[in-house]
């Protein structure tokens, strides 16, 4: 029988020799460790703010029970846990299948644990929790996948990051709860019909936190609450990025921003990408090809634009700075055989962000031949880290192996930018990465889908990945527009790729052009910065006449949109709310609204319906029940809970507005 206890403000459980804690964590919300040592593990990876709320326990011989605001977990005397609302209603409950409790309508002979530790020869443990499934619930969230499918329910997802994958376990469901599960081992999970099942490869201990609310934005705020929130988007954020794969040298980076104000086109940000440096891990500018970049970012703030920067986190074995970062320990090292972990066009590995001494050290190289010269916003690429081959065993960190901490790097990496950025008294901080964990929203990560493939069935997947990051808590995010791989700008078939992904690419976090088109440009020589090839020309009037005026049409709708834009970036700041948003989020009373998986909410008052298929002229639009809708491009006006069919010829993207005051900016 297990001894359960009211102590320390939470209630404990200890069966065998397992110790198991609830505690209140936040608003509505508790957090559930479980562990097989002497005491528990202290790390809280990505929850912050505890809070200081006081809750009801009750404990006996029986059970357990610790009900904090909205939510209430109950313990039996065998160990297995449930949660309910305040209404009393089930949320959540362990699959517990074992003869542990023989007054328990679960008690079996399969003998399968809810918490099962299976131990490491001489390390530490691989985790399974189970939890019971209700076929019926839906599930949002979890970070980006490359898969179409908005309800993850039936799905299973690797928890890991990889080149266009990023692992971020927080979830929402139907049901009126969020979980997260808090642990940055290498894993997998299972949305299964019969079960839900967590994995860790490695790790010492359990851990996740799970909140009650009556609407998902209660929820997707209680979660903000404990894992922080985006900064304010800077003003320059909010407007168009233009970027290619890449731009050589200065005087091309030059003549493309002239040429964008010649042309009086709105341009933000404008972005020097990888190997522009001499050898990876010499973060500085290659003089032969850059040989005044002073001067060059002193003319681009002159036109009104910020200059964006390519950080790789390789380091080369014959850069100026390897051998130091090697003797002082702030490289990935390797478990085994050659230490190499990318191979893109010399052996590098690199460096262990999870290290805080490798963190300003990478910093202080940056901020001098950098930051001091006016660069304030980087795009820190490679940030899963990618390796040549994900054998996630092979590699050890300054926190340990990679199997059992290794998902929380690229949070490590946004957090060396931001601290040394803020530490030089910059605010609205935001940097562009390729991959986050839980939590990377306080360091100003700004995630982007990958080297994704430039086409219909890419961009829908795009689609699903955008608004589930969102739910997870990740609510700056944007894509390539017209993807990365591929993609001929004479070739009619990508120019309405092209098209259609920057008219949805104007409703976005963050509205950006890259990509790596074809043919290739061959490399300036073979050696330092010059060995890399170069992409085919890939700005707005790149892609022929027709689709130069759709684009210009949508580079001035977006510019218009900036003051609506920035007062839902300030939501996302102060409340953690998603800029992109299921339907279901605004109108969760509305069944049918939780059932739409190819239309969304930019903010609280537009409704986005892309065109994710080639040919397309016409689509059906269900409108949330609830408000009066407002076509855009015609005016006409329609009661919600109606689906209703509307034209999109090719320089129209289906919109609809809550708001009638929002036509004027969105077609004046």
């Given at each position: 029988m297990s001894i359960i206890k009211a102590e320390g403000g939470m209630l404990t459980v200890r069966y065998n020799n397992e110790l198991l804690w609830v505690e209140p964590w936040g608003a509505n919300a508790l957090r559930v460790r479980a562990c097989k040592q002497s005491k528990m593990p202290s790390e809280d990876w990505a929850l912050g703010n505890k809070g200081t709320a006081t809750p009801q326990i009750k404990a006996g011989d029986e059970g357990g029970e610790i009900t904090n605001g909205k939510l209430t977990a109950r313990v039996t005397r065998a160990g297995a846990l449930s949660f309910y609302n305040q209404k009393g209603e089930l949320l959540l409950e362990e699959f517990f299948r074992n003869r542990k409790d023989v007054t328990s309508p679960k008690c079996s002979a399969l003998d399968i644990d809810a918490r099962e530790f299976k131990p490491i020869l001489g390390g530490d443990y691989t985790l399974t929790a189970r939890f019971e499934s209700d076929p019926a619930e839906r599930l949002y969230g979890m970070g980006q996948y490359q898969q179409p499918y908005l309800n993850l329910k039936g799905c299973e997802l690797e928890l890991a990051q990889r080149n266009s994958q990023a692992s971020v376990p927080f979830l929402l469901s139907s049901k009126g709860y969020g979980f997260l599960w808090n642990n940055p081992a290498v894993g997998s999970v299972t949305f299964g019909k019969n079960i839900t099942s967590w994995h860790a490869q490695s790790t010492k201990v359990l851990d996740y936190w799970i909140t009650a609310g009556d609407t998902p934005a209660e929820i997707e705020e209680a979660y903000a609450g404990v894992a922080g929130t985006v900064p304010m988007m800077p003003d320059y954020g909010m407007g168009f990025w233009q970027c290619k794969l890449r731009y050589q040298t200065q005087d091309e980076l030059l003549t493309v921003a002239r040429e964008y104000k010649k042309r009086g086109l709105p341009i933000s940000v404008i972005v020097v990408d990888y190997f522009h440096w001499p050898l990876e891990g010499e973060w500085k500018f290659d003089p032969e090809y850059w040989p005044d970049p002073d001067g060059m970012i002193k003319e681009l703030k002159e036109m009104g634009i910020e200059l964006m920067v390519s950080i790789w986190p390789t380091v080369d074995y014959n850069s100026e700075n390897f051998q130091e970062m090697k003797e002082k320990g702030y490289l990935i090292n390797?478990?085994?055989g050659v230490p190499i972990g990318l191979r893109f066009l010399s052996?590098?590995?690199?460096?262990?962000?999870?290290?805080?001494?490798?963190?300003?050290?990478?910093?202080?190289?940056?901020?001098?031949?950098?930051?001091?010269?006016?660069?304030?916003?980087?795009?820190?690429?490679?940030?899963?880290?990618?390796?040549?081959?994900?054998?996630?065993?092979?590699?050890?960190?300054?926190?340990?192996?990679?199997?059992?901490?290794g998902n929380i790097y690229p949070r490590c990496y946004a957090q060396t930018f931001y601290e040394g950025m803020e530490k030089e008294g910059q605010t609205n901080i935001v940097n562009l990465l390729r991959c986050a964990w839980a939590g990377s929203q306080k360091y100003g990560a700004l995630v982007w889908s990958g080297d994704i493939h430039s086409s219909f069935g890419s961009l829908r997947n795009q689609f699903a990945a955008g608004l589930n990051m969102g739910i997870a808590g990740i609510p700056w995010w944007t894509t390539d527009i017209g993807g990365?791989?591929?993609?001929?700008?004479?070739?009619?078939?990508?120019?309405?790729?092209?098209?259609?992904?920057?008219?949805?690419?104007?409703?976005?976090?963050?509205?950006?052009?890259?990509?790596?088109?074809?043919?290739?440009?061959?490399?300036?020589?073979d050696v330092r910065?010059?060995?890399?090839?170069?992409?085919?020309?890939?700005?707005?009037?790149?892609?022929?006449?027709?689709?130069?005026?759709?684009?210009?049409?949508?580079?001035?709708?977006?510019?218009?949109?900036?003051?609506?834009?920035?007062s839902v970036m300030r939501e996302a700041h102060e409340k953690g709310s998603p800029v992109m948003r299921p339907l279901f989020y605004g109108f969760p009373e509305d069944k049918k609204a939780w059932e739409i998986e190819d239309q969304y909410l930019f903010g609280g008052d537009i409704l986005v319906a892309p065109i994710l298929y080639a040919g397309q002229r016409q689509r059906e639009v269900y409108l949330p029940r609830g408000a009066a809708w407002t076509e855009v491009w015609t005016g006409k006006r329609f009661d919600g809970g109606v689906t209703v069919t509307v034209d999109a010829p090719i320089d129209q993207i289906p919109l609809f507005v809550k708001d009638e005051s929002l036509l004027s900016m969105l077609n004046p």
């Open positions: 390797s478990e085994r052996d590098t590995l690199h460096y262990d962000a999870t290290n805080p001494e490798a963190r300003e050290f990478v910093w202080q190289k940056v901020k001098q031949n950098y930051y001091d010269k006016g660069v304030k916003i980087f795009w820190l690429d490679e940030a899963e880290p990618e390796y040549s081959f994900y054998d996630f065993d092979h590699y050890r960190y300054h926190l340990g192996p990679n199997v059992q901490i990365f791989h591929g993609g001929d700008p004479t070739d009619p078939e990508f120019r309405e790729v092209l098209v259609r992904w920057f008219e949805y690419g104007a409703f976005c976090p963050v509205m950006r052009l890259h990509g790596d088109r074809e043919p290739h440009k061959p490399p300036m020589s910065g010059g060995r890399c090839v170069s992409g085919a020309d890939n700005e707005v009037w790149s892609f022929g006449e027709e689709a130069y005026e759709i684009c210009k049409k949508y580079l001035f709708l977006r510019e218009r949109m900036r003051p609506y834009t920035q």
